[in-house]
């Protein structure tokens, strides 16, 4: 029975010290040992979560900012107001009141105005390049934006020369071409 608890010791300190979720480290400590606390509440353990992370993502965006002072980091204003029941559902599997595919819709329902999709747009993929809390870059970009379409689109375009010589005189993709919808073909403006 000693070499069991022992094990069980050596695994709940191995479990910690190498990064396991507090619930976990929470649910193996309780099984094995008597008189361990209980976590706080939910809603406390989401409100110091939240206040960390907003601390963490602020300095972060304070460093990318100070790093290249024409960029602009971006928050999600209901995260940032700490609104996180607008999409989150702690009783759902997701943890999201949508699946993945359609939270975003909830708030943003006519970002798709044109019959020209951009497929990530057209299934709900939002997250592809958007960050969903903050991000350094503006419009929660999870690159800048003059890179975002590069780590999707790497196939030689149509107009290659032209595309060239746009790129070349500094100008985006997206100075021409909507990133979620448009009403012409390839989605230019």
């Known amino acids: 029975m000693g070499t069991?608890?022992?094990f069980i010791f050596i695994a709940c300190i191995a479990c910690t010290v190498s990064g396991c979720d507090p619930l976990t480290v929470h649910k193996v400590t309780s099984t094995i040992f008597d008189g361990v606390p209980d976590l706080p509440p939910a809603d406390?353990?989401?409100?110091d979560f939240h206040q960390n992370k907003v601390k963490e993502d602020q300095e972060a965006a304070s460093k990318m900012a100070a790093a290249n002072s024409k960029q602009q980091s971006s928050i999600h204003p209901p995260y940032a107001e700490k609104r996180c029941d607008g999409c989150h559902d702690k009783s759902t599997a997701s943890g999201l009141i949508k699946p993945r595919n359609e939270i975003c819709f909830v708030c943003h329902p006519t970002i798709i105005?044109?019959?020209?999709?951009?497929?990530?747009?057209?299934v709900g993929s939002c997250l592809e390049c958007?960050?969903?809390?903050?991000?350094p870059y503006p419009s929660l970009l999870k690159t800048d934006k003059a890179l975002i379409c590069a780590t999707c689109h790497r196939e030689k375009r149509a107009a290659q020369a032209l595309h060239a010589r746009v790129a070349a005189r500094g100008l985006l993709c997206t100075d021409c071409h909507d990133?979620?919808?448009?009403?012409v073909q390839y989605f230019l403006k």
């Open 113 to 122: 105005k044109s019959p020209f999709v951009h497929g990530p747009a057209s």
């Open 4 to 6: 069991i608890r022992l």
């Open 44 to 47: 406390q353990y989401c409100q």
């Open 130 to 135: 958007h960050d969903p809390h903050s991000s």
């Open 179 to 183: 990133p979620h919808a448009g009403a």
